[in-house]
C-alpha cells in the first residue's frame, strides 16, 4: 500500500542520512566523481568502481541518491545547454542539489514509448510538464535544498513512441534570475512505496500539473539523452551488487569464525563452523564470485577511460549490460548464501543479514531487469555487429590462457584447461545466438546467455589475477589466497558456461 503525502508534508530521511550527506558532500567525493568536463575532478573509472561499491557496502539505499546525481551529472554534461550546465550542472557536482530518473509511469514501464506526461511550450523558453511519474528513486528527501529531475516527457505533435520523447529538467524548488532559490515548483510527491527493502531510500509518486521544466539537447532526443544517465546507472548497479554482497559475505565470515555447532570433520574440538566442509564452500564460493564481479567493474571502468585513445568503447558498452544483469543476479545469490551460512539466525532479523537479501532483490529488476539488459546485449551488441566484439573478446580471453600455459604452476595449469573449455562454449553458444538471428529463439535465451558471458568474464578475471600472482619472485599467503579462489571459481563456478552453452543452443523451447 502506498503512503499518501500531501502537498503540505514533508519526506523525512532517517536520523544521521542528513548528517552523512553533508559529511560526503564536504568530503568532496561527489566532485571527486565527476567528470572534469562537468567541473568535478574526473577520478578514473576504475577508482570509481571500487568506491561505488564501498558506498554501497556501506548502505545501499543512501548510496542510490549519488548514484542518480552522477547519472544525471553525465547526462547533463553530455547534452545541456550552457544555461542549464550554469544553473543545475553545477549545483548537482558540488553536491548541494541532488538529481533523479524520472521514467516509468502507470502505463509505461519497460514500455518508454508508451510515456503520456506531456510537455507543452511556454513564450518565455520554459516548458510546462504534466503527468505522472512512479518508482522515482529519491525522488523526494529532507538532505538538499533543491532536488533536480529529469524527466521524459512528450511534446505537442510527436510522433508516437519512443522517437517522440524529450528530456527536460524540472526542479523541486524553481531557480531565480540571481541563482537563489525561489517557490517549490508544481511538482507533488503524491506517495512513497512500501517496498521490500532499500527502506531507507524514498521511492515516489511524483505528480507534474504544468510543472516548469527546460529542455535538455533537442526536442525528440529525450531517449538518447536519458540512455547516458540509465547507462552510468547500470554500471553502478554492478558496483551495487558488489558491494551488497561483499557487505553479506564479510557478515557471513564473522558469524561462522565465532560460531561453535558440533563436532568438525578432521578438526580439533573447538573448531568453529566455518571449517565445517559445506561453510567453508559456501564461503569460498562467495569470496570468489565476488571477486569476480568487482574485477569485472574496475576493468569496465577501465574500459571506458581508455575508450577515446586505445580505441576500446564498443567493449565497454557491450559489457554495460553484462555486468548489470550478471552481478545483480548473482547478488540476489550470494546474500542468500550469506543467510545460509547463519542458519537459523540468519532468518531472524536481529541478525541483521537478511536485509542484505531484501535490498538485492531490487537490483535485477530497476535500471533496466535482466531481460532488458540481455535483449540489449543480443540486439544491439551481437548480432548487430555480427559477433565482432564477442568475438574480440573471446580472442583477449584466449591470450591469457596462452600466457597461463607458460607458467609452472599447477593452478595455472588448471585454470588454463578449463577457461580454454569454457571460451570454446562461449564462442559456441555465440553462434547460435547469431544463427537464431532477430527472432524469439535468440531472445528466449538472451537472459541465459548474459549469464554464460558473466560467468565466464567472471573465470577471465581470475584467470588474469593468476598470472599477476605468479609473477611475483615470492608468495605470500594473500597469494595463496588467490590462486585458491581462482580454482576454487573454476571448479565450481566455471562449468556452468557449459551448461548456459547448452540452454543457448536449444533456443526456445516451444
Not at 547460435?432 to 548474459?450: H, K, M, N
Request: proline share 3%.
Amino acid at each position: 500500500m502506498r503512503a499518501p503525502v500531501s502537498t503540505t508534508a514533508r519526506v523525512r530521511l532517517p536520523a544521521g542520512f542528513a548528517e552523512a550527506y553533508q559529511a560526503f558532500v564536504e568530503a568532496g567525493w561527489i566532485t571527486a566523481e565527476a567528470p572534469e568536463s562537468a567541473g568535478g575532478d574526473g577520478l578514473p573509472g576504475s577508482i570509481r568502481a571500487g568506491l561505488g561499491e564501498i558506498w554501497n557496502a556501506s548502505n545501499a539505499a543512501f548510496a542510490l541518491c549519488w548514484l542518480l546525481t552522477a547519472g544525471q551529472i553525465h547526462a547533463l554534461d553530455a547534452a545541456a545547454s550552457d544555461e542549464i550546465r550554469e544553473t543545475y550542472l553545477t549545483k548537482l557536482v558540488s553536491g548541494e542539489w541532488t538529481g533523479t530518473m524520472n521514467l516509468t509511469e502507470p502505463e509505461a514501464g519497460t514500455d518508454l514509448g508508451a510515456i503520456r506526461t506531456m510537455a507543452t511550450p511556454r513564450d518565455d523558453g520554459s516548458w510546462g510538464i504534466s503527468g505522472q511519474k512512479i518508482f522515482i528513486t529519491w525522488g523526494d528527501h529532507d538532505i538538499a535544498e533543491n532536488i533536480v529531475h529529469l524527466v521524459l516527457a512528450r511534446t505537442p505533435g510527436a510522433p508516437a513512441g519512443a522517437k517522440g520523447l524529450s528530456l527536460f529538467v524540472a526542479p523541486k524548488r524553481l531557480v531565480n534570475a540571481d541563482g537563489s532559490l525561489g517557490e517549490r515548483n508544481a511538482v507533488t510527491t503524491v506517495a512513497i512505496e512500501h517496498k521490500l527493502g532499500i527502506h531507507g531510500s524514498p521511492t515516489c509518486v511524483l505528480a507534474y500539473e504544468d510543472a516548469t521544466g527546460y529542455l535538455v539537447g533537442e526536442v525528440g532526443g529525450g531517449l538518447a539523452g536519458m540512455f547516458v544517465m540509465m547507462n552510468s546507472a547500470r554500471a553502478g548497479m554492478g558496483f551495487q551488487a558488489t558491494g551488497i554482497s561483499d557487505r553479506a559475505y564479510q557478515q557471513a565470515v564473522s558469524y561462522a569464525e565465532g560460531r561453535l555447532q558440533g563436532g568438525v570433520l578432521d578438526r580439533p574440538a573447538g573448531t568453529t563452523i566455518a571449517e565445517h566442509p559445506d561453510v567453508r564452500r559456501l564461503l569460498l564460493s562467495m569470496q570468489s564470485r565476488i571477486f569476480a564481479m568487482r574485477a569485472l567493474g574496475v576493468y569496465l571502468g577501465d574500459q571506458f577511460d581508455r575508450a577515446e585513445t586505445d580505441g576500446t568503447l564498443a567493449r565497454a558498452e557491450f559489457l554495460v549490460p553484462v555486468l548489470k544483469g550478471w552481478t545483480t543476479e548473482d547478488a540476489v545469490a550470494l546474500t542468500s548464501d550469506a543467510i545460509q551460512v547463519h542458519g537459523g539466525m540468519g532468518f531472524i532479523e536481529e541478525t541483521g543479514v537478511a536485509q542484505h537479501y531484501r535490498d538485492a532483490r531490487i537490483m535485477p529488476i530497476y535500471e533496466g531487469t535482466t531481460a532488458i539488459q540481455s535483449n540489449d546485449l543480443i540486439g544491439r551488441k551481437v548480432v548487430r555487429d555480427g559477433g565482432a566484439t564477442a568475438s574480440q573478446l573471446f580472442d583477449s580471453m584466449a591470450e591469457t590462457v596462452e600466457a597461463l600455459r607458460g607458467l609452472d604452476d599447477a593452478v595455472a595449469t588448471r585454470t588454463a584447461d578449463r577457461m580454454e573449455r569454457a571460451i570454446a562454449a562461449g564462442r559456441a553458444a555465440t553462434a547460435s545466438v547469431l544463427g537464431f538471428g532477430q527472432t524469439r529463439d535468440a531472445y528466449g535465451v538472451s537472459v541465459p546467455y548474459l549469464m554464460l558471458l558473466g560467468t565466464l568474464a567472471g573465470g577471465w578475471m581470475h584467470a588474469l589475477a593468476v598470472v599477476a600472482v605468479l609473477a611475483h619472485e615470492t608468495q605470500d599467503e594473500a597469494d595463496a589466497a588467490r590462486l585458491r579462489s581462482a580454482d576454487f571459481y573454476g571448479a565450481h563456478h566455471l562449468p556452468r558456461v557449459h551448461m548456459l552453452a547448452e540452454t543457448v543452443a536449444a533456443g526456445e523451447v516451444r
